[in-house]
T-cell receptor, first 116, second 114 residues
Framework: DARVTQTPRHKVTEMGQEVTMRCQPILGHNTVFWYRQTMMQGLELLAY????????DSGMPKDRFSAEMPDATLATLKIQPSEPRDSAVYFCASGLASGTQTDTQYFGPGTRLTVL | QKEVEQDPGPLSVPEGAIVSLNCTYS??????FMWYRQYSRKGPELLMYTYSSGNKEDGRFTAQVDKSSKYISLFIRDSQPSDSATYLCAMRVMFSGGYNKLIFGAGTRLAVHP
C-alpha cells in the first residue's frame, strides 16, 4: 500500500530554533507539494516541485522558510528561525503529472508543529 | 475576500440524514472541482472530482457543480457515523508557466451521531 510518509509526526520547539520536516513521496510520483493547515487560514500551498525542480513557492515566507528535494525520494521543508505563528500542521502531498495536468494529490499524515 | 468560501460548521446530524455541504467561489478560471475528506489527525483524501456543471454520483455521495452561480455542493445520503470528518472543497486553477494548483476551502466539520 503506497503512502506518503512524513517525519516527524509531532515537533515541539522553542522560538528561534531550526525545524526540518521530511517527506518521502510515493515511489514513481513526480510532483511534491507542501501545505500548511491552520484553523484560521485552512490549507495553504507553500511549495510545489515537479521532477525535483521548484515550480511555485509564492506561498512560502522566503526569509525563514526553504524547501528542497535533494533526491526523488526525499523532500524537506525547513524553518529557520521558527516563530510561534509557524505553529500548524504541515502536510506533504505527492502526485503524478504529465504535460500541464496534475493528477490526484496524495497527502501524508502531516507534521504537527508547535513553536513555544 | 477569499477565492473559495466554505462554511466551517460544525454541522451535526443524526445517522441516516441527508447532508449538504457547499462552497462558493469567485474565480471563473477554476476548472476542476474536488471534494476531499479529512479525518481527525489525518491528511486529506480525495473523495470526488467533477469538471463540468451538473451532477456526479458515487454511492451515497453526489457532487454538484453550478458554474453559472459559482457554487458547488456535496450531498451525502444515509449518513453514517463513519462519515464524521472535515470536508474540504478544492478547485484547480492554472498559474504562470501553464501548470495548475489547487485552492482549498476552509473545510466543514461534520459530525454524524448514532
Amino acid at each position: 500500500d503506497a503512502r506518503v510518509t512524513q517525519t516527524p509526526r509531532h515537533k515541539v520547539t522553542e522560538m528561534g530554533q531550526e525545524v526540518t520536516m521530511r517527506c518521502q513521496p510515493i515511489l514513481g510520483h513526480n510532483t511534491v507539494f507542501w501545505y500548511r493547515q491552520t484553523m484560521m487560514q485552512g490549507l495553504e500551498l507553500l511549495a510545489y516541485f515537479r521532477n525535483r525542480a521548484p515550480l511555485d513557492d509564492s506561498g512560502m515566507p522566503k526569509d525563514r522558510f526553504s524547501a528542497e528535494m535533494p533526491d526523488a525520494t526525499l523532500a524537506t521543508l525547513k524553518i529557520q528561525p521558527s516563530e510561534p505563528r509557524d505553529s500548524a500542521v504541515y502536510f506533504c502531498a505527492s502526485g503524478l503529472a504529465s504535460g500541464t495536468q496534475t493528477d490526484t494529490q496524495y497527502f501524508g499524515p502531516g507534521t504537527r508543529l508547535t513553536v513555544l | 475576500q477569499k477565492e473559495v468560501e466554505q462554511d466551517p460548521g460544525p454541522l451535526s446530524v443524526p445517522e441516516g440524514a441527508i447532508v449538504s455541504l457547499n462552497c462558493t467561489y469567485s474565480n471563473s478560471a477554476f476548472q476542476y472541482f474536488m471534494w476531499y475528506r479529512q479525518y481527525s489527525r489525518k491528511g486529506p483524501e480525495l473523495l470526488m472530482y467533477t469538471y463540468s456543471s451538473g451532477n456526479k454520483e458515487d454511492g451515497r455521495f453526489t457532487a454538484q457543480v453550478d458554474k453559472s452561480s459559482k457554487y458547488i455542493s456535496l450531498f451525502i445520503r444515509d449518513s453514517q457515523p463513519s462519515d464524521s470528518a472535515t470536508y474540504l472543497c478544492a478547485m484547480r486553477v492554472m498559474f504562470s508557466g501553464g501548470y495548475n494548483k489547487l485552492i482549498f476551502g476552509a473545510g466543514t466539520r461534520l459530525a454524524v451521531h448514532p
